[in-house]
């Protein structure tokens, strides 16, 4: 790894604890960014589980990270050659993370304030969408998925949430008689679980699914999972949003 001249490790080392608290345990030149991470050494032990399902060489792809919090997945992404890494966030702190390591990290990224409901703003389509660990902090999970959709996949998704509940995924029906509410109950039923307060201390944990619905959502939303190579992590194509999906913010037409 080759570090700018300038940023020797004292600087560095300075410069990242300023801007801590850390969510993403980063290695800048031997100065770990997040050491004592509860999930351990994080996300790069998360990103060990589904690597290999990502294409290895980028060259000339354009990669959009939703949610890039402090740039770990973007300087990946960037490490494999894309292009063009933009990451988007809605909090300006971790946004300013995201900048340092890439500059430290000496990799060309550019880093956007920007809500997921917003990416209508961006008008064009990226070959990679990373859309991971931002599901379950919105109160709106489904329409955010309506919205890469619409807006911003032009072909691959990586996905990734907290899951909760079952791991069993009912088969799949057409259609259910209105008498009939035993599927409702049963654990392999797509269930997202709402949390009102707190989940983990976090007030931003709104919406939880389980595997089910995690794996609906995504098809719902005109997403065909190609690859599930880690147990919250899918690999998707965009295909064509199945009849009754789309997303409906901003409203089309723009009538009265
Ligand atoms: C749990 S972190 C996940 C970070 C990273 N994507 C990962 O997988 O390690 C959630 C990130 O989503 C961001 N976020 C939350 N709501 C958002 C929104 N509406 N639009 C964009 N980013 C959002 C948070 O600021 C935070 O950086």
Known sequence: MTFPASLGVEEIRRRAAALGPWF???????????????????????????????????????????????????????????????????????????????????????????????????????????????????????????????????????????????????????DYDFFETAPFDAPAWPKLHFVERRYAHDQTNWWVPNRACAEAMLRSAGFAVTAHPEPEVYLCRRVAAPEGGGAVYPARGGGA
Request: charged residues 25%; contains cysteine; negative net charge.
């Open 24 to 174: 993403h345990n980063i290695d800048l030149g031997g100065v770990r960014t997040a050491p004592d991470h509860f999930l351990g050494d994080y996300p790069a032990v998360k990103w060990r589980g589904f690597a290999h399902a990502i294409p290895a060489d980028l060259t000339g792809r354009s990669v959009l990270d939703i949610g890039c919090n402090g740039g770990f997945y973007s300087i990946e992404m960037k490490r494999r050659g894309a292009a063009r890494v933009l990451g988007i966030d809605s909090d300006e702190d971790y946004l300013a993370q995201a900048r340092f390591a890439a500059e430290a990290t000496g990799c060309d990224i550019e880093f956007r304030r920007l809500s997921v409901y917003d990416l209508g703003a961006l008008g064009e389509r990226f070959d990679l969408v990373l859309f991971m660990g931002v599901l379950y902090h919105l109160r709106h999970p489904l329409l955010a998925l309506d919205l890469i959709h619409e807006h911003v996949a032009g072909d691959l998704l990586v996905f990734q949430s907290m899951q909760r509940g079952s791991a069993e995924v009912a088969p799949l029906r057409e």
